[in-house]
């Protein structure tokens, strides 16, 4: 990821109400890391905490997932829904509706990544197919070679 969309997702991991474990996570990480007060990195204004979340040299994974979820779910919302179409996957806006849906065919999988490489940038689309990867991987692994890091 860029600089400014590592700080858009940090951004948007603080605006999260859902995110409250992580983002106190987040604040020690950031507090031990500059040296300061966990109070202080809370009164730190909203962009320069974005902007030093970003900028962390090392975070937990559990972190950069909701930060990966959230600007996926801020900013993507078009190519994650046209990706669940391309599987036939039942979706509200990009977001899976069933929760007990069947693996989809690997096959499948690999020709809706390829057709979405085309309808999206290519480095959008490989940050979504690897956060994918990570988040499920025994559900996704059809994309393990398809998604290069970003």
Do not use: C
């Not at 940090?10 to 500059?34: I, K, P, R």
């Not at 078009?78 to 977001?95: E, K, T, Y």
């Amino acid at each position: 990821m860029s600089l400014e969309q590592r700080i858009d997702a940090a951004g948007l991991f603080w605006e999260d109400e859902h995110s409250a474990d992580q983002q106190l996570e987040a604040v020690s990480a950031l507090a031990t890391h500059m040296k300061f007060r966990p109070k202080s990195v809370i009164g730190l204004a909203h962009d320069r905490r974005a902007k030093y979340l970003a900028q962390l040299p090392s975070m937990t994974d559990t972190i950069a997932a909701r930060a990966l979820v959230n600007y996926h779910l801020e900013r993507q919302r078009p190519m994650m829904s046209a990706f669940l179409d391309l599987l036939g996957i039942s979706h509200v806006n990009g977001l899976i509706t069933d929760e007990t849906i069947p693996k989809p065919d690997a096959e499948k999988v690999q020709k809706a990544a390829k057709e979405l490489t085309a309808q999206f940038p290519p480095d959008e689309v490989s940050l979504y197919l690897s956060t994918l990867v990570s988040q499920d991987p025994e559900t996704w692994d059809a994309l393990i070679d398809v998604a290069q890091p970003a």
